[in-house]
């Protein structure tokens, strides 16, 4: 059964500092990753999606790696603002048959930026 | 494009009553999830369809039930409320596939006193 772990589970940082957060899974043989912001109380935000061929992912001031053969990814933000404040979640599919690939997320990091 | 629609947004029931969860995939999508977030917890995977089948189930009580109709909408009905039940419920729609990316709606908060 696939597992993912994040760390770590709660980030304080000061604003325009570079930071990255970790994301480990205990089985290699993903298809996608995909990296999620969510603020408090709201939905999830979709940021990054890495297929299992990719070794990067950018949008913005985001950028995401992905290492299969180390159950690794991370996800790297670079000069934080306030507003990057939120939690954000790793997610790898698990395919269980007939087309069904439902998300396994890891518990989140939450991050706070400090102005 | 309309991203995915979920209704109602916000849901307060008492224990016992029954409640309906409405989700709208992006067009043309043909797969939705359902997941449940309880507080200060991470989504858990509760169903999925495929092609309006039933494809796989998570951790859904046996009080709960879903469909997915002609037109890929999809809807979880929720009998005798508990308490537990209090969380964030988001349904996800995919263009079948491994590689999919899953886009979420932002949820149906749902309360039960």
């Known amino acids: 059964k696939q597992e993912v772990t994040q760390i770590p589970a709660a980030l304080s940082v000061p604003e325009g500092e570079n930071l990255v957060l970790n994301c480990s899974f205990t089985?290699?043989?993903?298809?996608?990753l995909q990296w999620f912001r969510q603020d408090p109380g709201k939905g999830l935000t979709s940021l990054l999606l890495?297929?299992?061929?990719?070794r990067e992912q950018t949008s913005g001031r985001l950028n995401a790696s992905l290492d299969k053969s180390s159950g690794r990814s991370t996800l790297y933000i670079a000069a934080s603002q306030p507003g990057d404040s939120a939690t954000y979640l790793c997610?790898?599919?698990?395919?269980?048959?007939?087309?069904?690939?439902?998300?396994?997320f890891g518990k989140g990091t939450k991050l706070s930026v400090i102005p | 494009a309309a991203g995915v629609i979920q209704s109602p947004r916000h849901l307060i029931k008492e224990k016992r009553e029954t409640a309906t969860l409405k989700c709208y995939p992006i067009?043309?999508?043909?797969?939705v999830y359902w997941y449940q977030q309880g507080p200060g917890q991470d989504p858990q995977f509760l169903i999925s369809?495929?092609?309006?089948?039933?494809?796989d189930k998570g951790s859904i009580p046996d009080r709960f039930s879903a469909q997915q109709f002609s037109d890929y909408h999809s809807e979880l009905n929720m009998s005798s409320l508990e308490l537990g039940d209090s969380a964030l419920y988001f349904c996800?729609?995919?263009?079948?596939?491994?590689?999919?990316?899953?886009?979420f709606g932002p949820g149906t908060r749902l309360t039960v006193l």
């Open positions: 997610a790898v599919p698990s395919y269980s048959g007939a087309g069904s690939y439902q998300l396994t």
């Open positions: 089985d290699s043989a993903i298809y996608n």
């Open positions: 890495i297929q299992s061929s990719q």
């Open positions: 067009s043309r999508h043909d797969t």
């Open positions: 369809f495929y092609e309006k089948m039933q494809s």
């Open positions: 996800a729609s995919v263009s079948v596939g491994p590689g999919g990316e899953q886009f």
